[in-house]
């Protein structure tokens, strides 16, 4: 709740510190959905987790609020131990961290209004009434609903106006740490770029973090500062937006960047196109993704050892690019061949060997 | 629609299609002409009535749905929609529907094997028991699925989402269809199993020459994936463009909105994506003249009264064979500064 400098804070200890998560589902032959999974979000910070259906992105939001109870590791939000925390003090900290749900439709109470849905946080974490009208109000008019939308009820709004009656909700607690699980798929793209902008503003204007978890690649290249990368349970890589979008070390990253569609004429590196099918489950052994790697599908060790998500060597020093793989950088999305436009790789660090299929 | 370039008989043909639920009109209008082997692609916001068009052609409408006007022919003759028995027909042999979620599509309780048999049995009741298995497993491989004998066998839950897909392209291709429409068929799909699913469909146009129109909210799918776009606002198609100039060279004020909207690569990051404000008009009080006016940066009083004419943005070059008309629904198309 304490203001917050919206400077260079990253110096200190990170915000929210994850580390060797677990969360497992199932009775006797239970699956861990999320496998050891460690993270660090820096007070100011965007940082977005990317993967396909199955990875444990929802997952992990979950657990990282309290939704869900996690099996073992640690999720600090600055030094408090939110996984141990029970009842009435889990309770205080849960206005620290908020979330934002992929269904605008499903999260909203059809019979309160606007206005009361917005109250209703604060009311909860104990704000005196008296101070609550004037927070209601600022927010209400910050998501572009004040006036007359504030005594509407969610029926009658569209998808966009109750994406942001949920984003109102969640930041009019002023929240450490917001988690949006897919907080755009839902909405028309037209009203996607209105609800990112306006998460972009608020929290240039409040300070907030976030933890963006989505689908949509070109959502986070566009709104994160850092992404993870998450495969099966596993974090296959870390980096910066602009390092991962430009030099995928993973070959799962790479496959996945070059998959999104393009737009005609804008596509840069040609299709890397996956092995098989998905697997619903990680592998006894090896990498969890040797089966699909055009890489390592015919390799003794990405079949038989996990790789540790390590620094990446060579990459330009001070990014924190990490990645789980034992040939990193060794698959090369095919820069699109219409106009063979010499791009010499000013520092390639890796051997970029080409052509692998 | 103008004469097409090439001079084979359009695969489908679509005028001034009209659909209505009770007194609300939801298609207003469409015009749509498909070349055998071409891939058309129609996009838009939800409710704009992209999704209706598909039913529509397939006599597929909702109760209280109905085809008020329009003329609509396939590879040459006049489908009448009160025909229940000629739309049988034409279902599935001449123009087949896949739609977005393939676990809702497939018959939980029947093998995947029957489920194709069933189309195949459908418009050649004759064929034999063998004919017909050998000829499944031929669709099955066609579309990508390893193991067709086993595969037969298994039901839709034992596939994966990307191999139900593939199933059910399986049985909309099984009676050699002219055109596939295809309502977004990778919108439930992972981005990778996506792609996969793309270049099945790119590999069934090149390989039976069947057509594909394919309806999406995803406007960087049409665009790679398609040689023409529809774009589609209030029920009406308010430009068609051939896909290579669509991104810079959009000329309604809509479609070049909603592009601008995307978080494409290489927009450089922290700059503010633009949208559109307001929100699309209910179809049962709609604005006059253009419906797109008032959320228009570039309206003018005169937008608001009458039909907006459809202007022609550039004609196909002779010299560029298969390039198509370039049009738009909009007074100021020509102004309205493209790049």
Redesign the interface.
Known sequence: MAEVEPSEAAAGAPLLRVRDLRRSYGGPRSYAVLDGLSLDVRRGETVGVVGESGCGKSTLARALVRLDPVDHGTVELDGVDLASLRGAALRRERRRFQMVFQDPFGSLDPRMTVRQLVEQPLAVHGTPPHLRARLVEEMLDDVGLGGDFADRLPPALSGGQRQRVAIARALVLRPDITVLDEPISALDVSVQAQVLTLLRREQRRLGLTYLFITHDLAAAEHFCDRVLVLYLGRVVEVATSEELFASPLHPYSAALLSAAPQPRGTRQRERVLLRGEPLARRPEAGCPFASRCPVGHDREVCRTTAPELVPASGVAAGGGHQVACHFPGELVAQPVGRTAAPTPAPDAPAPARKGVR | MSAAPSPALPALSVEGLRVAYGDVEVVRGVDLVVRPGEKVGVVG??GCGKSTVALALMGLLATGGSVTGGAVTVSGSRVDYHDERALDRMRGSQLSLVFQDPLTSLDPVKSIGSQIAEALRRHSPRMSRAAVRARCAELLTAVGVPEPERRLRQYPHEF????RQRALIAVAVANDPAVLIADEPTTAL???????V??LLDSLVDGLGVAVVLVT?????V???CDRVLVMYAGRVVEEVP??V???GAAHPYTR???E???????P?GE?????PG?PPPLSALPPGCSFAPRCAWAQPECSVGTPPRVVVSEPSVAALGTALHTAECRRALEVPRG
Request: negative net charge; charged residues 20%.
């Open positions: 916001e939800s994966s989402g990307g191999m992972d981005v990778t199993t996506q792609a996969q793309v270049d909210h995803d406007i960087g799918l665009s790679e994936f896909s290579d669509l991104f810079g909105a909603l592009l909207s995307l978080p494409v690569p290489g927009r990051r503010d994506l633009a949208w559109i929100a």
